[in-house]
């Protein structure tokens, strides 16, 4: 069964740019979460959607947004990028976001601003 | 609010060697914990979990775990370090119930030497 894929797995963008990050869960995976990881604040959680819905937000300004398809693949949206923006972000998959459910984690989009 | 300390940023030790990597955590009631591996350029893993029950969990490659309530501790342990365990170490903890929202420590860096 194929893992969890992220598309870039690199990008450079300059500041007041958007970038949009892909995630594509494993095969039945309904929940798809995103994480940011810096040097600075270390793992934080961005949000998480289940059947094309947002269900759970973290503490990130309104210029973070994501959607999710019907086959359950994700985007994740930066507006007007910041030089702080610059970080791995993960995605990661699970059954139905349970707290019980095992979450696999995609290798990560790295992304740095300029 | 729940929280996660990892006292220890960086660990070195021998190859064939005995590891600890300390965990403590905030939470109000008995919460769900984690710890998760890190390799360079990679997502993270799931090595092991806590909900309820035996208070020593078992994990992948080896890792194991004591949750210990009197202490807000969820301690990693292997018996016998390899080369190949060289990685960031996080700790997490979950509400209980619910969605995974999860907090996490900010890791701790494991260095073997051969």
């Known amino acids: 069964k194929a893992g969890v894929t992220q598309t870039p797995r690199y990008l450079i963008k300059t500041r007041g740019q958007q970038v949009t990050l892909s995630c594509s869960p494993i095969?039945?995976?309904?929940?798809v979460s995103w994480y940011q990881q810096t040097p600075g604040q270390g793992l934080q959680f961005l949000f998480e959607?289940?059947?094309?819905?947002?269900?759970n937000k973290g503490n990130f300004p309104g210029r973070f947004s994501g959607r999710q398809f019907s086959n359950s693949r994700s985007e994740m949206n930066v507006s007007t990028l910041e030089l702080g923006d610059s970080a791995l972000y993960l995605c990661?998959?699970?059954?139905?976001?349970?707290?019980?459910?095992?979450?696999?984690f995609g290798p990560g989009t790295r992304l740095t601003v300029l | 609010a729940q929280s996660v300390t990892q006292p220890d940023i960086h660990i070195t030790v021998s190859e064939g060697a005995s590891l600890e990597l300390r965990c403590n955590y905030s939470?109000?009631?008995?919460?769900?914990l984690f710890w998760y591996v890190q390799s360079p350029g990679q997502g993270l893993q799931l090595l092991l979990k806590?909900?309820?029950?035996?208070?020593l969990v078992q994990g992948i490659k080896g890792f194991e775990a004591e949750f210990k309530r009197s202490q807000s501790s969820f301690n990693l342990r292997k018996p016998s370090v390899h080369w190949s365990d060289a990685a960031e170490y996080f700790c997490?903890?979950?509400?209980?119930?619910?969605?995974?929202?999860?907090?996490f420590g900010r890791g701790t860096s494991l260095i073997v030497h051969p």
């Open positions: 990661a998959s699970s059954l139905a976001g349970q707290v019980t459910d095992t979450q696999y």
């Open positions: 095969s039945g995976h309904r929940s």
């Open positions: 959607y289940f059947s094309e819905t947002q269900r």
């Open positions: 939470y109000g009631a008995t919460p769900y």
């Open positions: 806590y909900f309820s029950g035996d208070t």
């Open positions: 997490a903890v979950g509400a209980t119930g619910g969605s995974y929202i999860p907090t």
